[in-house]
């Protein structure tokens, strides 16, 4: 007998033979779960919650992991639960290992389609020449059609756009004169067989990964989600490196947004791909992005964002054809943008912002989209205020001796175990492949552990002890030795290491404790914090308490919604009342400037301090 499994937000669904558990039916099904314990409950690390369904009873392990609030809600741990039927159970962004978390996965947000576009399915009269049977007609192509769509559909048809038109005869033919219109503000945008999909792509357009979600706008149903590398990141890790690129000339500012855009249609191409589908059918498309590589995707000057007081060319949305662009979709797609709020808080903030309904909270809520730069908003008695910090790409794993991008080997949970004079290191690498060095949440986890134990002072001072070795009058931690790894060099962190952290912990953590100030509020009246973002989605919020990065709350206020940015870019794509919701977000958010703030260099130098505070 099997079972029909389908895990979400990820999308992947399959038959697994009964007698197997969750976590067998995951990586069977390509769905990668974190398991520190090999399996056998005790790390609780595979969560996974049941939408739809029956399970086998809870466990012991699941009662000692879990607390009633979660068995309740129907939270299991995967290694633990065993399908008694068909299931639909949704996977929680800590659950997934580093390569799915980093991508696109983010909470599903349902939303009623109501798309920008609209497909009409319409079948029009043949010209005629005039007989005993019938009258004379005559009537151009594109007159024919406007006047079926409207004498139908009353759309207001006005014109059909050129591309389209060029096009047009040779398609009312081959269709024998049954086409499917798909129109936006009186103007058909495409005109296709009347079986052809109507298709959206939305986009959450990194720093240094590019998202994309290919989207049925009838249905609302997301068809298939992939991420890649922003090709942009050769020409430097951060904004400033890529604004100042730009600026040597018009060629390298092209170089810049021919490199993105053939990447999108690369995605685009393989999302579709993926779905049965051709990029023609895609008719619509939102992309978010903070504001420079808003403005290097549209060949926007940029050069004013480098200089005080930072000022966007543009902050409003933006409506153009996607080939304005050079997006390969339906000849006359649209392309939507959503605003941006300031020089460093983009159009990805405002999804983000939007998809986590930052707009309408009646709490206290901190929401974070923590990647290579850090946005920031406190939504506080109906007021939003931002900022942005540099929080830098070593989380991401740059400039750490032995860090890397989330990739097969990398080390991505740790622990340390200190008893009997020995310190003992209990790792988890992508894939259970040999290790090869440390990504995001294994940096983390790594640093937060050499706190605990003592290794690592508070001022960042690396002590010697158990497993501390001197190399070039520098100390340095092996978390992995060269004996384990078959003579090959040992993975360690170094005191260098331990720097770098420190300038990107205590720079987020100084924006987060300047904006709390700015609103005359104590860390204590917080009532939930939001994490998103590629680093955001999947680290262990216990260890970025432990060093500081976050303030130290009761966890249960803290909540990781994955990449909400691409959610955000979504629910703009099928809805135009969210597009508008988004548009009021951006008006209301204010901007702390922290570059101009005499505070922020003493904020930042306490927070270079490890531990709770």
Not at 539 to 560: H, K, N, W, Y
Request: hydrophobic share 40%.
């Amino acid at each position: 007998m099997a079972y029909r499994i389908d895990f979400q937000p990820v999308g992947r669904r399959g038959d697994c033979p009964s007698g197997r558990s969750l976590l067998e039916c995951a990586r069977q099904l390509g769905v990668e779960l974190v398991n520190l314990c090999g399996g056998v409950g005790t790390c609780g690390r595979c969560l996974v919650q049941l939408l739809e369904g029956e399970l086998s009873p809870v466990t012991e392990n699941e009662r000692a992991s879990l607390s009633a609030e979660e068995l309740a809600e129907g939270y299991r741990l995967a290694c633990q639960a065993f399908p008694r039927s068909s299931c639909r159970l949704r996977v929680p962004p800590r659950s997934l290992t580093t390569p799915q978390r980093t991508q696109v996965e983010g909470q599903e947000i349902l939303v009623e389609p109501e798309p920008a576009v609209s497909q009409v399915e319409v079948q029009l009269s043949a010209p005629s020449m005039g007989s005993e049977e019938g009258r004379e007609d005559l009537r151009d192509d594109e007159s024919r059609l406007r006047a079926a769509l409207n004498a139908v559909h009353e759309l207001g048809v006005r014109r059909v756009d050129i591309d389209v038109l060029r096009e047009l005869s040779t398609q009312l033919r081959d269709e024998g004169w049954h086409v499917a219109a798909a129109v936006q503000g009186g103007v058909v945008t495409r005109v296709a067989g009347p079986t052809a999909p109507l298709l959206g792509l939305a986009v959450d357009l990194g720093t240094t990964k590019l998202a994309g979600y290919l989207v049925d706008l009838e249905s609302g149903q997301t068809l298939a989600a992939k991420g890649t590398m922003n090709p942009q990141i050769a020409y430097g890790e951060d904004v400033v490196a890529r604004i100042s690129r730009a600026n040597r000339s018009t060629e390298e500012a092209a170089r810049l947004q021919r490199l993105v855009v053939d990447a999108l249609n690369t995605l685009t191409a393989s999302l579709c791909e993926r779905a049965g589908a051709s990029p023609t059918d895609v008719v619509d498309a939102v992309v978010v992005g903070n504001t420079a590589m808003h403005h290097l995707f549209l060949r926007l000057p940029v050069r004013q964002l480098a200089l005080a007081p930072y000022v966007p060319a543009v902050s409003r949305a933006l409506d153009l054809k996607a080939r304005a662009a050079g997006l390969a979709l339906a000849p006359a797609a649209s392309l939507h943008l959503l605003p941006n709020i300031a020089g460093y808080v983009g159009a990805d903030h405002v999804a983000m912002l939007l998809a986590t309904g930052m707009g309408s909270v009646d709490d206290t809520v901190l929401a974070l989209d923590i990647g290579t730069n850090t946005e920031v908003c406190l939504a506080h008695e109906g007021r939003l205020v931002t900022t942005s910090v540099a929080s830098g790409p070593a989380f991401e794993g740059a400039h750490i001796k032995h860090g890397m991008r989330a990739a097969r080997g990398a080390i991505e949970y740790l622990r340390l175990t200190d008893g009997c004079g020995e310190v003992n290191v209990i790792y988890q690498t992508i894939e259970d492949a040999p290790p090869v060095g440390l990504c995001g949440s294994g940096i983390l986890d790594a640093l937060a552990q050499l706190h605990q134990i003592g290794i690592v002072s508070a001022d960042g001072r690396m002590q010697s002890g158990p497993r501390v070795r001197d190399v070039n009058g520098s100390r340095e931690f092996v978390l992995v030795g060269d004996e384990e790894r078959g003579g090959e060099q040992a993975i360690t962190m170094t005191q260098k290491d331990v720097r770098e952290l420190q300038l990107a912990k205590g720079a987020m953590r100084a924006g987060i404790q300047l904006l709390i100030e700015a609103e005359g509020l104590e860390e204590e009246a917080i009532d939930r914090v939001i994490i998103a973002g590629a680093f955001g989605s999947y680290i262990d919020v216990r260890s970025a308490v432990t060093v500081g990065m976050l303030p130290d709350l009761p966890l249960e206020r803290f909540e990781q919604v994955g990449n909400a940015a691409g959610m955000g870019a979504r629910l703009a794509l099928l809805s135009r009342s969210k597009r508008e919701e988004a548009r009021g977000i951006a008006e209301r958010a204010s901007y702390l400037e922290l570059s101009t703030d005499p505070a922020f260099k003493m904020a930042f130098a306490k927070a270079t301090y490890l531990g709770r505070r």
